[in-house]
């Protein structure tokens, strides 16, 4: 991916937002995050919701515990994902690194990655090396809806965590059963009624708890905070 190693990671982070309690401020240690994509009938998504986020894909069983990437992408990666013409759910791409050595470099589903040296490497970071994974074709066995969402409206962008599927034009439910895509719902009108009721996209004015739990919520993809009332 080529970015420069953190020299702060998300613990520190969420501290810093508890003892400033102030969004303006937060903004500076973090920023909105890089959604993973999803390739569907030959168009480029973003995945902006998951039913059940943590049966959905964890990059640890992939024998990887990448480090946060920058204020973008604290989870350290960002993967992109598709439906084969059986309706198969597919990892294709995955763009991480290896923690700074701490992960050994492995291959996924017999694909090796491209392994690149930043130029600039902060200090204590000599280890840390991008991988990118391309044409990977793994079969993920998810059960539960996911938002993909397209054309996001630039007047609703918030300085943290991951945009709302609602902020954008297009929203698309998939339904899988054990990584078979069973359901197709498209929700865009849905989005647009939800836009038309005004509702605010982030906290003005409110107390410290409300600041930090509302930031809490961005980087929350479950259905719980953002997924559809109904089809």
């Known amino acids: 991916m080529g970015r420069r190693p953190m020299e702060f990671?998300?613990?520190?982070f969420f501290a810093l937002v508890c003892v400033l309690g102030i969004f303006k401020a937060s903004s500076a240690y973090a920023t909105a995050q890089i959604n993973d994509g999803f390739i569907y009938n030959g168009k480029e998504y973003a995945i902006s919701a998951l039913e059940h986020p943590r049966a959905f894909f964890d990059i640890r069983e992939l024998g990887l515990t990448p480090a946060p990437q920058n204020t973008a992408v604290w989870r350290g990666y960002v993967a992109t994902f598709t439906i084969d013409p059986d309706n198969r759910l597919l990892l294709t791409n995955l763009s991480t690194n290896n923690g700074n050595g701490k992960s050994e470099i492995l291959p996924i589903n017999g694909v090796s990655?491209?392994?690149?040296?930043?130029?600039?490497?902060?200090?204590?970071?000599?280890?840390?090396?991008?991988?990118?994974?391309?044409?990977?074709?793994?079969?993920?066995g998810y059960t539960g809806g996911m938002l993909i969402t397209s054309g996001f409206i630039r007047e609703r962008y918030v300085h943290m965590g991951f945009q709302s599927p609602w902020s954008f034009k297009e929203v698309i439910e998939l339904v899988f059963s054990d990584g078979i895509c069973i359901d197709v719902y498209d929700l865009s009108e849905a989005a647009a009624k939800r836009r038309a009721q005004r509702l605010p996209v982030a906290p003005d004015g409110s107390s410290r708890e409300d600041v930090s739990e509302w930031i809490r919520k961005t980087f929350d993809l479950s259905y719980e905070h953002r997924g559809p009332k109904q089809r």
């Open 9 to 12: 990671f998300i613990g520190g």
């Open 113 to 140: 990655p491209q392994i690149t040296k930043p130029d600039r490497l902060a200090a204590g970071y000599e280890n840390w090396r991008d991988l990118e994974y391309n044409a990977i074709q793994l079969p993920i």
